[in-house]
């Protein structure tokens, strides 16, 4: 089995839920991330995910929309859902099934108490899986060859 928890990314970039809108917006271009794990620390550096926004929700979903009071928006109060989390222990090829599902590119991977260890974009996945069909298209050549002498 192809577990999640084996080919997500540990490198996640977290915020508080209570961050505004704008600190959001400028934490993306800062790490040049395409999404924030809103998390709530449980201890030292373990958090758990409560929700995650992307660039895309705060430019078609609050920007493109013009509410009013902006500058008081939280990010929390804008997800577009609630959270979709994917067990570290999760076969890579349900996960996808379920991203596909849900309409979602991206899913934090949380271990069995819920807490943050990656996070899976469906970019990365991609990646991933044409990595793996390379291979397979060079073993399926290589034979041919042989077959060929």
Do not use: W
């Amino acid at each position: 089995m192809m577990s999640i928890g084996k080919y997500c990314n540990r490198d996640v970039v977290t915020a508080p839920p209570g961050i505004s809108i704008y600190a959001a917006a400028r934490m993306m271009n800062q790490y040049h991330v395409g999404d924030l794990v809103l998390a709530e620390h449980v201890d030292g550096e373990r958090c758990r995910p409560i929700g995650l926004i992307t660039d895309r929700d705060l430019a078609l979903r609050i920007i493109a929309r013009n509410p009013p009071d902006q500058e008081d928006l939280q990010a929390v109060d804008v997800l577009p859902r609630p959270l979709i989390t994917a067990n570290q222990n999760e076969d890579l090829f349900d996960v996808i099934l379920n991203m596909r599902r849900a309409n979602i590119r991206r899913i934090p991977v949380v271990d069995d108490f819920g807490l943050l260890v990656g996070i899976a974009t469906a970019d990365d996945l991609v990646g991933l899986l044409s990595d793996h069909l390379h291979e397979l298209s060079l073993l399926i050549r290589q034979q041919s060859r042989r077959e060929e002498e």
